[in-house]
């Protein structure tokens, strides 16, 4: 049995971008069971932006699950933006999740945008001016909530999705100056936090494609510029009997855009 996840993130979609994706999404059910997009579908977090987004990637024939990045907030406008893809069919995470039930197995999908912070070694401490000890606690925050989102759910194979990156392996190619501002160690913590399979995310255009949290899970930057396709899909294998976790056993590419 595999569970095949296709995904893709910073799309960007606006009006004059429309359609570039869809000839290959609509091929999306003979090679995935699900999608999953990994934030920054917008350039400015409008609501006719997620008007396109909707447009794009809704009535796919497979279930549909997103999280937010750091455009989708740009305007101010995140409550209509989730109303317009959520009314096409997109669920939106933000330190929740879904259970979904594919070929007879549980597949656990935890969302959350992330935020910055960097990585151990190389990052901001709850410490010094209010501004600076605000910046780590949001993260800390969502981290907890995502961590939360994972432990909680009753599934038998659980994927993290996440805009920010949670290690810095898949930031390879970013100026090292800005990895505080692509993601923090505090998600890789939370990914580790539950017998996770798979991690997503976006957000580093410039970045690298594969990585592993310091526990061992696999972590995939799906970002469309690091891809370079409509999505990527990846192959889970559910755990076999008496087996804590499951396996990616194959990734695999897919669509082109």
């Known amino acids: 049995m595999v569970i095949r996840i296709a995904a893709v993130g910073d799309v960007h979609l606006d009006q004059d971008v429309v359609g570039r ?21 917008t350039r400015h977090g409008t609501e006719s932006e997620a008007r396109c987004v909707a447009t794009e990637f809704g009535d796919l024939g497979v279930p549909v699950v997103a999280v937010l990045g750091n455009h989708d907030h740009h305007c101010d406008e995140v409550p209509a933006v989730i109303r ?13 999740n879904v259970v979904l039930e594919c070929a007879g197995v549980r597949l656990g999908i ?7 912070g960097g990585f151990a070694g190389r990052c901001a401490s709850e410490f010094g001016e209010p501004e600076m000890k ?3 606690r949001t993260t800390s925050a969502i981290a907890d909530q995502l961590g939360e989102a994972l432990r909680e759910m009753d599934c038998d194979l659980r994927v993290a999705l996440t805009h920010y ?23 890789g913590q939370a990914i580790d936090s539950a017998p996770t399979e798979l ?14 949290t310091p526990g061992g899970v696999r972590v995939r930057n799906v970002a469309h510029p690091v891809i370079k396709q409509a999505y990527s ?7 076999y009997a008496g087996a804590t976790a499951g396996k990616v ?9």
């Open 21 to 41: 994706f869809r000839p290959a999404l609509e091929q999306l059910p003979e090679s995935a069971d699900v999608l999953l997009l990994a934030g920054d579908l």
């Open 84 to 96: 317009v893809l959520e009314d096409a069919g997109i669920l939106v995470l933000e330190g929740t």
């Open 110 to 116: 935890a969302g959350a945008k992330g935020f910055g």
């Open 134 to 136: 605000a910046f780590v």
């Open 165 to 187: 990156a949670p290690v810095p392996d898949t930031l390879a190619g970013e100026p090292p100056e800005i990895y505080p501002f692509l993601g923090s160690y505090l998600l």
């Open 199 to 212: 991690a997503l995310h976006g957000h580093a255009h410039a970045g690298s494609e594969r990585g592993t």
């Open 233 to 239: 899909v990846f192959h889970l294998h559910p755990p």
């Open 249 to 257: 056993s194959a990734v695999s590419a897919g669509g082109s855009s």
